[in-house]
């Protein structure tokens, strides 16, 4: 894979046969960020309570780290 702000045409051959190049490559269709940022958002607020909580700061800060 390469990538680059300047896109130019790079031949990459495999047992003799060139591999196409692709200008642009989408990794997550939008129906999976939605799903992924609710399932985030989900698990968040099942803990919200302790991470918001007079707990200590240093500590709540390696609890939300450890969720990360």
């Given amino acids: 894979m390469r990538i680059s702000r300047k896109p130019s045409p790079i031949q990459i051959m495999i047992d003799q046969i060139q591999l196409h190049n692709v200008v642009y490559l989408n ?3 939008t129906c999976e960020i939605k799903s992924r940022t609710a399932m985030a958002k989900a ?3 099942k803990w919200k309570i ?3 909580s007079k707990l200590d700061l240093n500590l709540r800060k390696t609890l939300v780290e450890c969720y990360t």
């Fill in 43 to 45: 698990s968040f607020n």
């Fill in 27 to 29: 990794y997550l269709v």
């Fill in 50 to 52: 302790l991470f918001t």
